[in-house]
C-alpha cells in the first residue's frame, strides 16, 4: 500500500511564493513520473507540470518561467516551487504520481489528497 501526503499551500499575495511538497511512502518499487496538477472551482483539472524519471519536465505555458518542478528520488519526492503567483493560480494542487508498488506487476497512477493554493491581496 502506497500513500501521497502533501504539504505546503496556503494563502499568498499576488507576487508571492510558495512551495508544495509531496512525499510517496509504503511499499514501492519503482517510481516514474511525478506531477502536480490543479483544479479551480466549475474548471476541469489541469496538468501544470511534470517530471520523468530522466528528469525531463513538462510545464502548462502559463506557469512557464514562474514554476519549477524537481524531484528528489532518495526521499520519493517532488517539489513545485511557485514564484511570482497571480490570482489565476488560485486552485486546489494535486500530486500525481506514476509508480509500481510491491503487489502489483504494472505501474499504476497514485493522487494525493490536494492542498489548497490561493492568490488574493
Known amino acids: 500500500q502506497v500513500q501521497l501526503v502533501e504539504s505546503g499551500g496556503g494563502l499568498v499575495q499576488p507576487g508571492g511564493s510558495l512551495r508544495l511538497s509531496c512525499a510517496a511512502s509504503g511499499s514501492i518499487v519503482s517510481i516514474y513520473t511525478m506531477g502536480w496538477h490543479r483544479q479551480a472551482p466549475g474548471k476541469q483539472r489541469e496538468l501544470v507540470a511534470r517530471?520523468?524519471?530522466?528528469?525531463?519536465?513538462t510545464y502548462l505555458d502559463s506557469v512557464k518561467g514562474r514554476f519549477t518542478i524537481s524531484r528528489d528520488n532518495a526521499k520519493n519526492t517532488v517539489l513545485l516551487q511557485m514564484n511570482s503567483l497571480k490570482p489565476e493560480d488560485t486552485a486546489v494542487y494535486y500530486c500525481?504520481?506514476?509508480?509500481?508498488?510491491?503487489?502489483?506487476?504494472?505501474?499504476?497512477?497514485?493522487w494525493g489528497q490536494g492542498t489548497q493554493v490561493t492568490v488574493s491581496s
Open positions: 517530471i520523468d524519471s530522466g528528469g525531463a519536465t
Open positions: 500525481q504520481v506514476t509508480m509500481r508498488e510491491s503487489r502489483s506487476y504494472r505501474p499504476s497512477d497514485y
